[in-house]
């Protein structure tokens, strides 16, 4: 376990650790996130949103380093300069399509700047619109030029059985291809397998030139294991799965209990609450 003094940088995941489920930040995560900054302590953030949809947390969060969207997709500066972008293989991405339809859920193709749908009132596809804060795009069918440009597509349905059974598919039929990653029971989030958030860490260790054993990690949801395996101390939040609890050097509380401020004050800047 690194003590709290070795921590440099904490990267966090957003939706369910950062943000409540209303997708809010409460008061006591942005005062910890002021701390940190007070301390000389890095926070930069991960999440399968796109990085236009990162963009209204940058200033209350006070960031000044590398986002990572998509899973690490795409690396971008908060005045959403990209850094280094991982498009999937054309040929993949029409595979990967093929598999989530086939599977019988609904699809959704992200370029790194845009996010087509085929149906605005597709499953959660409202919700995802107040997420990001920003429309898709309609389309009759995704071509051969948009997959071209895919740097995520996600496989969307309530059916959470047949999301799981789907994302055992792509992980089979397409191997070492594609990364293949849950974010939601309901989304399967499919990248090219170097945008993943373990990778992320490595990447912002390289960037930054801090040691991985000085970067903590939070988060809650499956994708977020690879980074916890990634990094030098690791935090699942209250509201996370045993699963994924189970990987995390320590628990805090829940997001809708400001767990992240309570885990940023006890185990990265060392104070009792």
């Not at 070492?176 to 990778?199: F, H, V």
């Not at 260790?205 to 000085?214: E, G, T, V």
């Amino acid at each position: 376990m690194s003590s709290r003094a070795d921590i440099k940088l904490v990267l966090s995941d957003v939706d369910g650790t950062l943000a409540t489920k209303d997708q809010l930040l409460t008061e006591a995560v942005i005062a910890a996130a002021r701390e940190l900054h007070q301390a000389g302590i890095v926070l930069a953030i991960t999440s399968s949103r796109p990085p236009r949809g990162l963009a209204m947390l940058v200033k209350p969060l006070g960031l000044t380093s590398v986002m990572a969207g998509f899973n690490g997709g795409v690396l971008l500066y908060p005045d959403q300069t990209e850094i280094e972008s991982h498009r999937l293989d054309p040929a993949t991405a029409r595979r990967a399509l093929d598999l989530v339809l086939g599977h019988r859920l609904d699809a959704w193709v992200y370029t790194d700047r845009d996010w087509l749908v085929r149906d605005r009132a597709g499953p959660h596809v409202a919700r995802e619109a107040g997420t990001v804060q920003f429309e898709p795009e309609v389309v009759p069918a995704f071509t051969d030029d948009c997959l071209a440009r895919a740097v995520k597509i996600v496989g969307v349905s309530d059916d959470y059985a047949q999301v799981a059974a789907c994302a055992e598919a792509v992980r089979r039929v397409l191997g070492e291809t594609a990364s293949a990653t849950t974010s939601q029971p309901y989304y399967l989030d499919i990248t090219d397998p170097r945008a993943n958030k373990g990778e992320v860490v490595v990447t912002l260790s390289r960037l930054l030139n801090i040691p991985i054993a000085q970067i903590a990690t939070i988060g809650d949801g499956p994708n977020d294991v690879l980074m916890f395996e990634h990094s030098g101390f690791s935090i699942a939040m209250g509201n996370a799965a045993e699963s994924v609890k189970a990987h995390a050097s320590a628990v805090t509380d829940s997001n809708e209990n400001s767990g992240w401020a309570s885990a940023m004050r006890r185990f990265v800047l060392g104070k009792d609450k």
